[in-house]
């Protein structure tokens, strides 16, 4: 535990990790990647490339300070990093090298400024903070042992393969022993474990597309392309695009996350997803299950994409719509083609925007789910947050490392 004098050097460095997180945790992750190799698979280099997980981490270390007092505000944190950990099975072993580089390079980075005070406080704060997750792990590992569960990574079949968009190929995956197969929550995802011809596994996150319950899995990932010259394509999606077909396998861990869907809050409410691109996969798989489980509530499905080659599952929501009264779909495209416009396959045309949320859902209470890119998922969160939604009733996940839509 803290002592008293403990807690306050902790507090007392928290302007000083407002001011140097970021090139801390950059510090942090060059050291550990070069001292301890043996954890670079658990690691997208696309994010490190991006800055995306060195900010994610400065900033929850920053949390972890301010709130050092009372962690249980963290809750929601530390339960979305458990999950992830669980996912790529970080064992309790792993903790003490993550411990021992930052704490190296909190030496190294803040140089004279690194008293021994500071270094023995954020020892003892990092081993509190460790415990915590390692025993939230070990119940998730626990839990993922359940009927027809497993633990690890096990040898899965790929029994189908088919495109659910110009950029998003969808596979379906059986186990390879033939048992019964864990159904997952709806939103969660799993980990994909691939080894290209250069022998070196790629570990990935990737959201199950299909109803929760089914004999197969379905993962619906799309090619990413690099956005500049200097970054490279996905290797595991360009991996699944132009390698994987019908009777490959390979090998996947338990589902896990934290966004699913949850039990109603306000029943009589509309339900309401709203999905950019490839982030329909995650809520496709809750409207599934909200239409098995919701007959007479109101559940609107706002789908959002370039146009229409891109755009994921039209025949699959098609029939959802065809088959359920209490349904209703809106397609808006940021760029539709001639051949949508010709055709007409969507119903409106920009980026989301009040006059839709108000078409949609007009000034009534809703339960709100958002997944897509970050840029979209920032601009819905603040138009949803204008229109006096609570907190409570807006779920959602980034792609990648974890944001604050709120910063």
């Known amino acids: 535990m803290l002592t008293a004098d403990q807690l306050a050097v902790i507090k007392a460095t928290v302007p000083v990790l407002d001011a140097n997180g970021e090139a801390l945790t950059r510090h942090f992750y060059e050291r550990m990647f070069r001292e301890n190799p043996e954890v670079l698979s658990f690691f997208n280099p696309a994010h490190q490339h991006t800055g995306g997980q060195q900010r994610a981490l400065a900033a929850a270390i920053c949390a972890y300070a ?138 990935r996150n990737y959201s199950l597309s299909n109803a929760a319950g089914a004999e197969h899995y379905r993962l619906s990932i799309k090619r990413e392309v690099a956005l500049a010259d200097n970054t490279p394509d996905g290797v595991c999606s360009s991996y699944v695009h132009d390698q994987l077909q019908v009777g490959d396998i390979v090998e996947i861990a338990p589902p896990c996350g934290e966004f699913t869907l949850q039990p109603p809050q306000h029943a009589q409410c509309p339900l309401v997803f709203i999905a950019g691109g490839v982030g329909v996969t995650p809520v496709l798989s809750m409207l599934h299950s909200a239409l098995a489980e919701h007959a007479d509530r109101e559940i609107i499905f706002l789908q959002c994409a370039i146009n229409g080659s891109v755009r994921a599952f039209a025949d699959e929501l098609a029939t959802l719509q065809s088959q359920h009264a209490n349904l209703k779909t809106h397609l808006r495209f940021s760029e539709p083609t001639a051949h949508d416009i010709e055709k007409k396959t969507h119903h409106s045309v920009g980026f989301v925007d009040q006059d839709l949320l108000d078409e949609l859902i007009g000034d009534r209470q809703s339960e709100i789910y958002l997944c897509g890119p970050t840029p979209m998922l920032t601009h819905v969160w603040r138009l949803l947050k204008a229109r006096n939604v609570e907190d409570a009733d807006i779920h959602y996940e980034f792609f990648g490392p974890a944001g604050n839509l709120a910063a």
């Open 66 to 203: 301010k709130h050092i007092e009372n962690p249980s505000v963290l809750a929601g944190a530390v339960e979305l990093i458990a999950q992830k950990h669980a996912s790529l099975g970080i064992k309790e072993q792993h903790y003490p090298i993550v411990g021992s580089n930052l704490l190296e390079s909190i030496k190294e980075v803040l140089g004279e400024a690194a008293t021994p005070d500071i270094i023995d406080a954020w020892a003892t704060a990092y081993s509190q903070l460790a415990n915590l997750f390692i025993a939230r792990e070990d119940k998730i590992y626990a839990d993922q042992q359940s009927e027809h569960g497993w633990s690890g990574f096990k040898p899965f079949v790929i029994k189908k393969r088919e495109q659910a968009s110009d950029n998003i190929v969808s596979l379906y995956f059986a186990p390879k022993d033939g048992q019964p197969l864990q159904a997952h929550l709806p939103g969660q995802y799993i980990t994909l474990r691939v080894t290209p011809e250069n022998g070196t596994p790629i570990m």
